[in-house]
T-cell receptor
Framework: GDSVTQMEGPVTLSEEAFLTINCTYTATGYPSLFWYVQYPGEGLQLLLKATKADDKGSNKGFEATYRKETTSFHLEKGSVQVSDSAVYFCALSVSSGNTPLVFGKGTRLSVIA | SAVISQKPSRDICQRGTSLTIQCQVD?????MFWYRQQPGQSLTLIATANQGSEATYESGFVIDKFPISRPNLTFSTLTVSNMSPEDSSIYLC???????????FGSGTRLTVV
């Protein structure tokens, strides 16, 4: 079945450090890929998405590129801030659109000043 | 994208009781999805609710424990029945709101069973 594997956390970085959170997927169809963020005590917010190969999603300084050849969608940010401390979830949906998201296990990021 | 109002936002319940969680969407949607997020864990799909038919439950979740209603295209409820401390989790609803596969989530219901 469809699945998402993302790097284990927690990840602790100093402010202004470079962030990479790895995400790879297995899908029978041609999925859309997502990154969601969950700030402490809050629900899930869509951070960025990509719907086809080589698409780059970007938002709030975060980027991720849909790499079909490596079945990956790694999240990157050039300079993290304390306010980026949250749990990040990689997710996929097969392209029919009426199917639920499949989530990775989440990666907790802590950014220290 | 769609906006979801989910309530209650949190509750503390006695074991053996039931809690009903509501999600109201500001637009008509075909599918609504209910997830559980246990402490420190990822989201697990409980069921998919389609208006006018019974919900489809994932392995490990049964209708007697998590009955779902979907009376119209903008509203759904999930009931957590006969609760035990193991049911303490965050419960979230989600819809596919708008084009281009944008999934929106409710703000979640943080349930503690004592």
């Amino acid at each position: 079945g469809d699945s998402v594997t993302q790097m284990e956390g927690p990840v602790t970085l100093s402010e202004e450090a470079f962030l990479t959170i790895n995400c790879t997927y297995t899908a029978t169809g041609y999925p859309s890929l997502f990154w969601y963020v969950q700030y402490p005590g809050e629900g899930l917010q869509l951070l960025l998405k990509a719907t086809k190969a080589d698409d780059k999603g970007s938002n709030k300084g975060f980027e991720a590129t849909y790499r079909k050849e490596t079945t990956s969608f790694h999240l990157e940010k050039g300079s993290v801030q304390v306010s980026d401390s949250a749990v990040y979830f990689c997710a996929l949906s097969v392209s029919s659109g009426n199917t639920p998201l499949v989530f990775g296990k989440g990666t907790r990021l802590s950014v220290i000043a | 994208s769609a906006v979801i109002s989910q309530k209650p936002s949190r509750d503390i319940c006695q074991r053996g009781t039931s809690l009903t969680i509501q999600c109201q969407v500001d637009s008509q949607v075909t599918m609504m999805f209910w997830y559980r997020q246990q402490p420190g864990q990822s989201l697990t799909l409980i069921a998919t609710a389609n208006q006018g038919s019974e919900a489809t439950y994932e392995s490990g979740f049964v209708i007697d424990k998590f009955p779902i209603s979907r009376p119209n295209l903008t509203f759904s409820t999930l009931t957590v029945s006969n609760m035990s401390p193991e049911d303490s989790s965050i419960y979230l609803c989600s819809v596919l709101g708008g084009g281009n596969y944008g999934y929106t989530f409710g703000s979640g219901t943080r349930l503690t069973v004592v």
